[in-house]
């Protein structure tokens, strides 16, 4: 009598090469791209001029983008200009540092 090895609960056997060519079809069927597939082709999707109800179509009509931009708007995005809050951040953790650094001083030397 053969003491068959488990195999773990991962592996599993084809007995008959018709169930699994079944299953590779029905699979191959289900990860198909929508194009592909039987509902898009009835479904108001498919042409491209009209828009369906659930869809959300963005083409450079339906949004508006500023023909250039203002020397105000490349000013802002300088490198080092900084908001108030972003400099108030970096004294407060540039302190604590210097606090900690100062508290590492006055500790006795270890012997």
Not at 26 to 40: G, K, N, Q, Y
Request: charged share 30%; hydrophobic share 35%.
């Amino acid at each position: 009598m053969a003491v068959r090895r488990w195999r773990g609960p991962w592996h599993h056997t084809h007995e008959d090469d018709g169930d699994r060519r079944e299953h590779e079809q029905t699979l191959s069927e289900r990860l198909a791209p929508l194009e592909e597939s039987e509902e898009f082709r009835d479904s108001p999707q498919r042409d491209g001029g009209k828009a369906a109800g659930d869809t959300i179509r963005v083409d450079k009509n339906s949004v508006r983008m500023p023909e250039q931009f203002t020397e105000e708007d490349r000013s802002a995005a300088s490198t080092f200009r900084l908001d108030p809050v972003v400099i108030a951040i970096l004294a407060l953790m540039l302190g604590f540092i210097a606090f900690v650094t100062w508290q590492i001083t006055l500790m006795p030397e270890a012997k």
